[in-house]
């Protein structure tokens, strides 16, 4: 169609993108913000490259279980981000 090897290829497959979603954030509050909370429900290789990424920034990752969760009630302090999934790792 297009002529070129490849046309319409991501480099990035979904763990990477959410890692670099969680360093972008982090950037972004120029490291004033250290924790990122993360669906208990995401793929293990998501969460595995999220938390490899997250330790060579210094960030705390915190899982939470996503329908039952609170994570903000009676907080002061915020996190950088948070990651949900919508096709749960355990299925629809």
């Given amino acids: 169609m297009t002529g070129m090897p490849m046309a319409n290829a991501s480099l990035l497959d979904e763990a990477t993108a959410a890692a670099e979603a969680m360093a972008m954030s982090f950037a972004l509050t120029k490291g004033k913000r250290d924790k990122f909370f993360v669906s208990d429900k995401v793929h293990p290789q998501t969460l595995g490259l999220i938390q490899t990424r997250a330790d ?29 999934q919508c096709q749960l790792c355990i299925g629809p």
Avoid: D, W
């Avoid at 705390?60 to 996503?66: P, Q």
């Fill in 56 to 84: 060579a920034l210094s960030i705390e990752v915190t899982c939470f279980i996503l329908l039952k969760s609170k994570l903000y009630e009676g907080r002061k302090e915020l996190g950088l981000g948070m990651l949900g």
